[in-house]
């Protein structure tokens, strides 16, 4: 295919940024105009309807912009305007030129925008950068496959290599990804979930026994509160807002906690709705509680005291008395620790007024079916863990768990995040999971943990790390602390990476690199059994198919399935124990080890191919069974750290814009909130602004302030006076990301915490 005349690329200028007032409402008649008419300007008009109406349906293929789960009964248009830019970027007819290797160097390209070189279009055959050159250059796939190999073998340890998974792989290949890590004798297996949900992961593995959602998607029309935290869903889950206006029509009542004011929780105007289009809308958040950053554990523990004294008052008649007794452990020291909080501590970390949290209190008592859903404002805080299991306290104490319109709802971000752990790409899995392995596969795997992401930065810079592999993503761009992160690749010896698109990461690169290109989501895989489904799991454990539906754009393009199998055969040859050449042929054969190895699978090939696909066993959802230590659900007593900031100081998150899909950026717009032509924007409470003296739209440089005493700064951008909690500040991710100091993580999970950094404003005088 063609390759398109050059992109300009955008220079992105504080100075520039125009802002207006924040909407009050998400995805109305925009929403849809938005959706379409770029897929249908890059795209044309035939490719462009393919997907756009097979995506998410049951014989087509799984959106990539999220993991929200799919209604029993789908609509035609079956996705979010994000989900169509998602579309499109992959899908345009767009490819990377072959000169264009020669006629760009590295270090050339690292002066462009990750826009641009994104803009590219797809990577369409592997290049390699040999040692001291700064060029990529076209190499064959059986050359890459065994210069792989050969750096592999060469290592003195296989801990020498690190295995990077993004959360969009598919569950076939991650399932074999990892067979190949661990085959070779790591557990160096770290993924974006380390800086997403592990939070959740740890916080509900302790508690429920089990990691993963505890509602089906029609919780959702059943529940009479719904509790959205940290979350927004308007831009990150646009499909979500669907489901809520679906629930308020049922009844429920919604709150939302947030340190920022966020169109799509306020208001929701349905494009497949008479009322979507040309009235108001439905109001969505009942209640708003603009809270101060981290404060959600403060705010939940306040809630759940509330809850104990109604009880007091009135007892047996507040708490689920049947659940705790038969379900929970923990009650009574809770109960204690609780009566022990002190409340003008509650109402300084969480910046809100009592009268404003007796409000949510009294929603809670009175409602018999809650559900609390949640993102990255709760996971990715110091204390994310805590904060989760006091989100867990609140529940448990009325039964919130495992009855209909009830339960505990983290909301995942990529679209096969979830499917990726339950495959075993993890660098802690249990046990049972690798003894389950030895024994299918006749091999041992090793057993002591690997790198989870932030350790794995640590690795490389330290040179630990001779060979570092990753399954999709832009690890460099997405972590934090990213100048410290840029050390780290620069020291690798052979950087692999398979994706779609040019980005950041496959310029941040030691003295070898490969880059090998994949098909994406949308495009057939044809390969010697016929077309190829993949599987992926959503946000409620949903297990289903997913299909390509257009012709891929290059016939040099392999499947992410076919590169594992590559790169294992060129290391083993084809006479081990395991059958790689097999799992090429027919993805079937993968799914029987898998039906084998993972717990829920039975009869996989089957009930794949069934229409609705499959739900995966779980046992607080299904039948209040815990799968934890003392087969009960925890109530837990958490010391909670209230988060200090020193005067003249604000409390930073990162998030993300509208225009956005994690490090890849469509553009330089933030619609909802008002913001156009730049992303380097700082959004501050007007009080603050005026107390640091400080003018709504100065330019002014970010210091981050942290123990190790390291000046961390990112220069010039544009304060913008925004409604936030007082204290709190906002800026975009991965803007912000150099900010976040490597070693600021969640206890427990280790997720970089970037919503909680403390900075300072500097005026740009310049
Ligand atoms: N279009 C689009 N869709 C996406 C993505 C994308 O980049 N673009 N990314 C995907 C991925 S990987 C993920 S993980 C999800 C992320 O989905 P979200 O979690 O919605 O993403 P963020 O933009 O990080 O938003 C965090 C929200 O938490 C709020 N917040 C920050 N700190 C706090 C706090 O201390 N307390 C409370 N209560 N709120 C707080 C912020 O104001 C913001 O509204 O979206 C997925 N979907
Ligand atoms: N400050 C701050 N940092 C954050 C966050 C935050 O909220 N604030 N959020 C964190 C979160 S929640 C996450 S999940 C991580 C995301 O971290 P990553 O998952 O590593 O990052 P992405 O930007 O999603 O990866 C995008 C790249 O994936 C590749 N890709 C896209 N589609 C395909 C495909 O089909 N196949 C292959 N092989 N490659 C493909 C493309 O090359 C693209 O450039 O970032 C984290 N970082
Ligand atoms: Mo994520």
Same mark, same amino acid.
Do not use: C
């Given at each position: 295919m063609a390759a398109k005349a050059p992109i300009q690329d955008i220079s992105d200028d504080a100075r520039d940024a125009e802002v207006g007032p924040p909407k009050e409402w998400a995805a109305g008649v925009p929403g849809v105009l938005h959706s379409m008419v770029p897929g249908i300007r890059e795209m044309g008009v035939r490719r462009a309807l393919t997907l756009l109406t097979d995506m998410n349906q049951k014989d087509g293929f799984d959106c990539m912009s999220c993991a929200w789960a799919d209604p029993d009964h789908r609509k035609t248009f079956e996705f979010c305007e994000n989900g169509a830019k998602a579309v499109t970027w992959e899908a345009a007819p767009v490819t990377i030129p072959t000169a264009f290797w020669a006629q760009n160097s590295i270090s050339s390209l690292l002066t462009k925008s990750e826009y641009w070189l994104g803009m590219q279009g797809r990577l369409v055959e592997p290049v390699y950068k040999p040692q001291g050159e700064d060029n990529y250059r076209p190499i064959s796939w059986d050359e890459a496959f065994t210069l792989i190999a050969d750096r592999l073998k060469a290592m003195d340890s296989p801990d020498e290599a690190t295995f990077y998974t993004s959360g969009r792989t598919a569950n076939e290949t991650a399932f074999i990804y990892q067979l190949m890590a661990r085959t070779l004798g790591t557990n160096n297996l770290p993924d974006c979930s380390n800086m997403c949900h592990e939070s959740t992961g740890t916080a509900l593995g302790e508690v429920i026994g089990i990691g993963k959602s505890t509602i089906s998607y029609d919780d959702f029309g059943k529940a009479d509160l719904i509790i959205v935290m940290g979350q927004n869903p308007g831009t990150n889950h646009p499909r979500m807002l669907t489901a809520l206006e679906e629930a308020k029509d049922n009844g429920a009542k919604i709150v939302a906690v947030?340190?920022?004011?966020?169109?799509?929780?306020?208001?929701? /105007?349905?494009?497949?709705?008479?009322?979507?289009?040309?009235?108001r809308g439905t109001g969505l958040a009942d209640q708003y509680l603009l809270i101060r950053s981290g404060g959600d554990g403060w705010l939940m523990k306040a809630v759940s005291k509330k809850v104990l004294e109604a009880e007091d008052a009135a007892p047996g008649t507040v708490l689920d008395h049947a659940f705790l007794d038969e379900h929970c452990q923990g009650l009574e020291e809770f109960r204690e620790h609780v009566r022990t909080l002190d409340e003008d501590r509650v109402l300084q970390a969480t910046g809100l007024s009592q009268a404003e949290i007796d409000e949510l209190a009294d929603r809670y008592l009175n409602s018999e079916r809650v559900i609390i859903t949640w993102a990255m404002g709760l996971t990715q805080h110091r204390d994310a863990v805590k904060i989760l299991k006091e989100v867990m306290n609140?529940?448990?104490?009325?039964?919130?768990?495992? /009855?209909?319109?009830?339960?505990?709802?983290?909301?995942?971000?990529?679209?096969n995040v979830q499917g990726d752990r339950t495959m075993g790409i993890w660098e802690q899995m249990p046990e049972s999971f690798l003894a389950a392995l030895d024994r299918e596969f006749g091999i041992t795997v090793p057993r002591e943990h690997g790198y989870d992401v932030v350790k794995s930065v640590q690795a490389m810079r330290e040179g630990r790390t001779?060979?570092?592999?990753?399954? &999709?993503?832009?690890?460099?761009?997405?972590?934090?602390?990213?100048?410290?992160?840029?050390?780290?690749?620069?020291?690798? &010896?052979?950087?692999?990476?398979?994706?779609? /698109?040019?980005?950041?990461?496959?310029?941040?690169?030691?003295d070898e690199a490969i880059i090998l290109p994949v098909l994406g989501r949308t495009e057939i895989d044809r390969q010697e059994a016929g077309e190829q489904s993949l599987s992926v799991e959503d946000s409620v454990c949903a297990i289903h198919a997913t299909r390509g539906k257009v012709e891929p754009i290059s016939d040099q393009l392999k499947s992410e399935v076919s590169v594992v199998v590559g790169i294992a055969r060129a290391l083993w040859g084809d006479d081990g124990p395991i059958d790689w050449a097999g799992f090429e042929k027919d993805y079937d054969r993968i799914r029987e080890h898998i039906e084998h190895v993972v717990p829920g699978f039975d009869d996989f090939n089957a009930r794949l191919r069934e229409e609705h696909g499959f739900i995966l066993p779980h046992g607080p959802r299904d039948s209040r069974t815990f799968p934890t230590a003392t087969g009960k659900a925890m109530v837990t007593v958490n010391e909670l750290e209230y988060l200090e900031c020193p005067p003249g100081r604000l409390l930073l998150q990162s998030m993300r814009a509208h225009d956005q899909f994690n490090t890849t950026i469509y553009g330089l717009d933030d619609r909802y909130r008002g913001i156009r032509k730049s992303r380097r924007v700082i959004f501050v409470n007007p009080d603050d602004l005026r107390e640091l003296g400080i003018a709504d739209g100065q330019i002014v440089d970010v210091h981050s302030e942290y123990e190790d005493g390291v000046d961390r700064v990112v220069h010039e951008f544009k304060a913008v006076s925004y409604p936030t909690s007082r204290g709190c500040a906002a800026t975009y991710f991965p803007e912000g990301n150099p900010l976040v100091p490597l070693g600021l993580t969640a206890f427990g999970s280790n997720t970089p915490a970037s919503k909680g950094v403390v900075v300072r404003l500097e005026p740009v005088t310049r």
């Open positions: 947030n340190t920022l004011h966020e169109a799509g929780l306020t208001r929701y /105007k349905n494009p497949q709705r008479v009322r979507g289009i040309i009235g609140l529940l448990l104490l009325r039964g919130n768990i495992g /009855k209909p319109g009830a339960g505990a709802s983290p909301i995942r971000g990529h679209s001779r060979v570092w592999m990753a399954m &999709g993503g832009n690890m460099v761009a997405a972590v934090s602390d990213t100048h410290a992160a840029e050390e780290g690749f620069r020291n690798v &010896g052979l950087n692999v990476q398979v994706s779609t /698109k040019l980005n950041r990461n496959h310029l941040t690169v030691g």
